[in-house]
């Protein structure tokens, strides 16, 4: 006789031994000996490839009381040998038919463990196969349960979520085709394996305005807001062309309807400020959980006012401000990410919430809100740190967007912040740009805009009018808001006669020239001083070394330049010179305009 099947015939023969001797007593005569010779029996029978023999006596009435009590220890060994096997392997099919006779014999107590340990024990690439497959046995055991049901169903999401957690989210369309891990099958899936503890929940609250099944509600309400973290923050929602059911939309669009099901939707979307008690008395554990609630709260927003997940049955009461209101915590949250998929969350909502409102309808008390300050600024760094460019591109339109949607009074206020906070020449470039365009309106306007006139323009133009550093700022690194300081003053001067002196420019002109204009004089004559002297230097360095692709470094505007040969450098000096011939060009016209006008008027009081 062949070893192997002698070793069969013994492990088969072990596992008879054991089932007769335990057939002869009592349930409560079981004791530990019995247990672990069943399971190291069973479980050679199932890695030797004798599942049969083992489904056999399983499926014997004779083994009822033995399956009961012990069955569970197979768990185990059994989804070794099921994700071992070949799908359309027929031992696979015996092992996943012992697995439905343990779910309908075992103990459940007992066997919720054993599928829970499976889940927990579970790592790398099995982790989606194994979480499917133990699902629906979990599920059945789980609607079995008589006492402590909640806890259990919330232990079991939360050991679910746990090992998804650390799988990487398939973001591009052909990662979500793929999906090599099996993430998008094993969400909505997961989804599936809840929904019967809802209808539970559902059919409590229906039978009394006041839940009798809160546990079970809370349990359900943690799994969806740890859903809204991950995966729903980090996936790409958009519908994909090529991509009939979207698996994230479709996960997405389920747990909004868990939420409206059980009537959480509205009060978590507009509600949030009224934070939950707090069960952590350690503070560290407090700010995790309220940081991880108000990602899950920012994602929610997202899935509703930009997705329109569960929209219609908003009532349609609250006004477009006020949805704005409401969101800014939600789009603070997100700017401050650096991640492409939560930036780009942000900026969507943040667009979605101003596309809503009419111009120049936003009221400046806004601007006393904390997050309507920090998110300009949020906006702000996107727009100059962030390193893809579609987003930095896309958070200038919206920058522009949330100006225009104030009234005077909050533009100006906006412009004001901007300046002082911004730290970027392009910003604060843009923004003069801005101010230029409110004192032409003001100005072309048949009333008055007091705010763009008169002494408000004035405080304002002494932000604009001057140089950070006087005569010592570096006029490159600048060169974007001086230009549009001087354009603006152009501007100022040709469009305001001295007469008139809507804007106040002419009375604050002496001002304007000891802050502004001398200092950019000096400022000028320096800097075009020392870069002439540094091409001087490079070209005599050139001739001595007889080769102009020496190697060396340049520091321009503060910031050490990539290394570069000596004609590289001498380019990069003659492109700053042309800037400040550039400034110096319209510095000339603005003093040229200046002189003009106070002559005319000086001419006329002859």
Sequence with gaps: MPEEQTQTIMAVDELQAIIQRCQILEEADFRGEDYNLFQVAGQKCLEDGYAAQLLEVIQNVKNKVIIKNMGWNLISPLVRCILAYKQEDEKRELCLKILDQLVQLCNPKELFLGLLEQIEQTSGEQVCQTIMLLLQPLQTVLLKLQNKKAYSVGLSLAMIMNQLTPLPVPYTKQQIQEDKLGLCQCCNAVVDFAKPFVNEVVKNMEKSSECNDTELKEELLKFCMKSLKYPLLTAQLEELEGIEEHPFRRFAAEIIDILLDMRELMPLVFLHHKSRRSLWENQEFEDIERKNSADSLACLSYLVFVQHFGINCFPMVFSSSYLLQCNMAHIEVLLKRTEESMLSKGLDLFESCLLRMEDNGLLHQYLEFREFINVSQDLVKVMTLCPIEHLRKKSLNILQLFIDKFEAEGKYTLFRCLLKTSNHAGVEGYVIKNIKDQIHLSLTKAHDNVWFTGH?????????????????????????????????????????????????????????????????????????????????????????????????????????MPPMTTEMQLQVLHSALFTFDLIESVLARVEELIEVKVKAVMDENI
């Design 456 to 560: 408000h323009l004035i405080s304002l133009l002494d932000l604009v009018l001057l140089l950070p550093e006087g005569a010592e700022t570096d006029l490159l690194q600048y060169s974007d808001r001086i230009m549009a300081s001087l354009n603006l003053l152009r501007y100022l001067v040709i469009k305001d006669c001295e007469s008139d002196n809507q804007t106040g420019v002419w009375t604050a002109l002496a001002k304007i020239e000891e802050n502004f204009l001398k200092p950019l004089h000096v400022g000028l004559n320096m800097s075009k001083a020392h870069y002439e002297a540094e091409i001087k230097n490079k070209k005599e360095n050139r001739k001595e070394a007889h080769s102009s692709n020496t190697i060396c470094s340049l520091t321009v505007s503060g910031e050490k």
